[in-house]
């Protein structure tokens, strides 16, 4: 008789979905800021991050930040992860950074292993420049705020 294939054990599906390269959306609903997001995973537990963002309006905004994220918990299909990063930005002509710290959980459904789903809460803080209006009061950027997040990636 033929023989089938055996399926892949967990720790090993999680090999082959760790040691990729995932393109895709990270959207923050308070302040309304989209970013690409370029996720390369070092290995099952650890991970790099780089988040670009523009965008044209009143005040022209532009940033990119690099972040690391590390996986404390694995749960079936979900990641449970915290991390930090730090970056540049400038809205109008004012240059600034950007801080964060986040904790999140991302899901890889069974039936497409490709696709990353995820949320994320966390404390950011933009400092030395203008406004983004996360707080419509403070005319200069130096703000501190809660957030969420949703994450969306295809991984390659």
Request: hydrophobic share 30%.
């Amino acid at each position: 008789p033929p023989r089938s294939t055996p399926k892949p054990s967990s720790a090993a599906s999680d090999v082959y979905k760790r040691q990729r390269l995932g393109l895709g959306l990270f959207y923050r609903p308070n302040g309304s800021v989209e970013e690409i997001s370029v996720k390369n995973w070092l290995s099952q537990t650890d991970a790099l991050e780089l988040l670009v963002s523009y965008r044209e309006g009143t005040s022209n905004l532009f940033s990119v930040e690099a972040r690391f994220n590390r996986v404390f918990l694995q749960e079936g299909e979900y990641d449970l992860y915290y991390g930090a990063g730090g970056g540049l930005m400038t809205v109008g002509t004012e240059k600034g950074t950007r801080l964060r710290v986040f904790s999140g959980s991302e899901m890889f459904p069974t039936t497409s292993p490709n696709v990353g789903i995820g949320v994320e809460i966390g404390l950011i803080r933009e400092s030395a420049g203008p406004s983004t209006k996360f707080d419509a009061s403070n005319k200069t950027l130096n703000e501190q705020t809660f957030y969420h997040a949703f994450t969306a990636r295809y991984y390659f």
